[in-house]
């Protein structure tokens, strides 16, 4: 029985911790995402020394350039890893272009004809096809 309490407890405690490190990060989010102005009016209505609000909001900038450049060093990697001729041929592969015209000669004089032209184009991707 007390072994049962350790374990809801200790369970109990790792869910207390991890709902109070995803407040944590929300905040953050959320903070990076506000501008500096909102940010210093909040913290000078609470009475807080204006160069604790300056240390605040350099490391929230310092934050947002990390954020972005971490942000930009994945995107690139995404891309760099990405072949761009092989997903090209995938696409190729799978697509199916069916053209159909119909050209019809109406005779308007004893020697002269009309053309009279219809065309359709039909695009789709053919999703059961091996690709090779």
Partial sequence: MKQDRKEWFKRAKSRIKGIAQ???I???INS?????K???NYLSERNIPV????FIIQQVNNSRKNIT???KDEIKKYISAL???NEIHKILSKMVIEIKTE???VPIEKSKYKSNIKSSVNLRFDEEKEET
């Avoid at 990076?32 to 500096?36: A, I, K, R, V």
């Fill in 26 to 28: 929300n905040s953050v």
């Fill in 51 to 54: 160069e604790f609000i300056n």
């Fill in 83 to 85: 072949d761009i001729t």
């Fill in 69 to 71: 450049e971490l942000i």
């Fill in 22 to 24: 995803k407040e944590v």
């Fill in 38 to 40: 909102k940010i210093k």
């Fill in 103 to 105: 050209i019809r000669f």
């Fill in 32 to 36: 990076l995402t506000l501008p500096e």
